[in-house]
């Protein structure tokens, strides 16, 4: 099986590094992205929105022979349930880590913009929850594979309009919940509630983790995307 990795912000295709390895010992084709604008000034990537890299990893699906499985980490998740509104009969299953499939018209979050794009703000910006289980020698180690991203990026609203989009199967790794905890989580969440309920065939699995396994536990992860890939 063809399977598509896409990062979340700031991060590039390296971010999957220790995940590899395992995906192709169980027999798949493995396409890491490192997505259009990644680290360049804004001169270079103002006009770079979250329908371009949509449209990049489109690009992608489009050159495989076959159907294939999306994965997609954070907001990298936005743009595997793009590639699935726009392609629904080319992709086999979206894979979501630690994320949640938006609807239409939201976008990522809001962060900082400084010189025209937005610089990763460093792990301390983020709530305990999100990077507990990431020591210090884990968060020296992967700041310098983080990367600016265009300011468009973040808060571009996607643009869904195809319904089909619904019946593509669709697993929910998430850090923390289980199918029953997330389901109680989403259900507050109004939009988010009603996109994810349309959904013909979703299910959500526990990583036991905080919000970048592919740092902190890359072999769970490993394990729970070779299972979502089998089913």
Not at 60 to 88: F, K, Q, T
Not at 145 to 165: E, F, K, M
Not at 193 to 201: C, L, N
Request: proline content about 9%; aromatic content about 8%.
């Amino acid at each position: 099986m063809d399977i598509i990795l896409i990062p979340g912000l700031w991060l590039d295709a390296s971010s999957w590094d220790e995940v590899i390895p395992g995906l192709e010992a169980a027999g798949h084709r493995v396409h890491p992205l490192t997505m259009p604008g990644l680290g360049t000034p804004a001169s270079e990537s103002a006009e770079i929105g979250i329908a371009d890299w949509v449209d990049s990893v489109v690009q992608v699906v489009d050159s495989l022979p076959d159907s294939c499985i999306v994965v997609g980490h954070s907001g990298g998740g936005n743009v595997a349930w793009g590639v699935a509104d726009a392609r629904p009969g080319r992709v086999s299953r979206v894979i979501f880590v630690d994320t949640v499939p938006p609807p239409s018209g939201f976008g990522i979050s809001e962060f900082t913009v400084r010189d025209g794009v937005i610089p990763f703000p460093g792990w301390d910006y983020f709530p305990d929850e999100d990077v507990h289980d990431l020591d210090e020698e884990t968060r020296e180690r992967t700041v310098p594979l983080t990367s600016s991203v265009p300011a468009r990026v973040p808060t571009d609203q996607i643009v869904l309009a195809n319904r089909a989009r619904y019946d593509v199967p669709v697993t929910l790794l998430m850090g923390g919940l289980d199918q029953e905890a997330f389901e109680a989580q989403i259900d507050q969440w109004g939009p988010y509630a009603d996109e994810f309920h349309a959904i013909a065939d979703a299910e959500v699995v526990r990583i036991g983790s905080a919000h970048w396994p592919q740092f902190s536990v890359p072999a769970r992860l490993t394990e729970l995307l070779n299972a979502a890939v089998a089913r």
